[in-house]
């Protein structure tokens, strides 16, 4: 397993948001009003979730435009060679610890 494929596992700690953002994501490049309105939440969250996913290192920004009014709209994507775990809660604590364990990886 190379360092660089998997530089970065996520697991997903009780949050449906990030959640569905990171599914989302794992398929398709979004902007964050699309993800807000796919999860039915508000703008503010999504861009609660996305900053933190930036911080952390698991997403990016791969696309920027410029709308109306100088208005403008990032596309986010996982980072490349990103690996994101979601697994169920009843799996998550003993999953994040045998990740941090085997991989040596922060996990989230």
């Known amino acids: 397993m190379s360092t660089a494929t998997h530089s970065f596992i996520s697991s997903v700690k009780k949050g449906w948001v990030r959640d569905g953002i990171l599914r989302s994501l794992a398929r398709n490049p979004s902007t964050l009003t699309a993800l807000a309105s796919a999860l039915g939440v508000s703008k503010s969250t999504v861009n609660y979730h996305l900053e933190n996913l930036l911080a952390r290192g698991a997403i990016e920004i791969v696309d920027t435009r410029v709308g109306r009014g100088g208005v403008v709209s990032n596309e986010y994507s996982l980072k490349e060679g990103?690996?994101?775990i979601l697994p169920s809660a009843d799996?998550?604590?003993?999953?994040?610890?045998s990740l941090e364990e085997v991989f040596g990886v922060e996990t989230l």
């Open 82 to 84: 990103s690996l994101v």
């Open 91 to 97: 799996e998550e604590e003993e999953e994040l610890t």
